[in-house]
Each structure stands twice: as C-alpha cells, then as structure tokens.
Nanobody, 123 residues
C-alpha cells in the first residue's frame, strides 16, 4: 500500500508557474514509477507526465512538452511537477498515481491515487 498526498495547486495567471508535489508514504517509494494525471470539468482523466522508479525514463503529454518537468527525490519520497508557461486549458484537478506503466506514447495508471490538488489558470 502506498499513500500519496498532492500539494501546490492554486490559482495562477496565464503565463505563470507552479510546482506540484506528491509526497508518498507506505511501501518503498523508490520502487514505484509515478505519474501525474489531470481531470478538467466534463473531461476524462488524462496522463500529463510520468517518471520511472530510477528517474531514467520520463513521459510527457504533447500538450505539456517543453512547459512541464517531472522529477523525483527518492530520499524525500517526493515527486515534483514543475509547470511553467501555464495556460487556461491547464486548469484541472491534478492527481498523483503510483505504479503506472510508462510507455513511449502513454501512461497507464497504477493502483494508487492521491486525493488531487486543484490548479486554476486565469486568462
């Protein structure tokens, strides 16, 4: 069992930056791939970024490439999502997920989810 807690979401103006954090507890965090997903009102949840357990493999959705950066600090049991040049279409609840399968074109979620953190980007 892995417990995940997201933080860092808030209201920001378009063009601004935020850093989301996903803090994990429970089973050995460093063994898990971690993914960030988001869900906007009326839309399906989508994969945004993913990072392998070692940090050696990353995935980004086309919509965020060049703007978002995922990283992890296994010593702190934390994964970060640095979000720059934010757009109103980035508005969503952002969820952290443990255990996803990370492929070249998608991330399939694993079993463990956090409660989500709201990101709102105003125009």
């Amino acid at each position: 069992q892995v417990q995940l807690v997201e933080s860092g979401g808030q209201l920001v103006q378009a063009g601004g930056s935020l850093r989301l954090s996903c803090a994990a507890s429970g089973r050995t965090f460093s063994n898990y791939n971690i993914g960030w997903f988001r869900q906007a009102p009326g839309k399906e949840r989508e994969a945004v970024a993913g990072i392998s357990w070692s940090g050696g493999t990353t995935y980004y959705a086309d919509s965020v490439k060049g703007r978002f950066t995922i990283s992890r600090d296994n010593g702190k049991n934390t994964v970060y999502l640095q979000m720059n040049s934010l757009k109103p279409e980035d508005t969503a609840v952002y969820y952290c997920n443990a255990g996803p399968r990370i492929g070249p074109r998608t991330v399939v979620p694993g079993a463990y989810w956090g409660q989500g953190t709201q990101v709102t980007v105003s125009s």
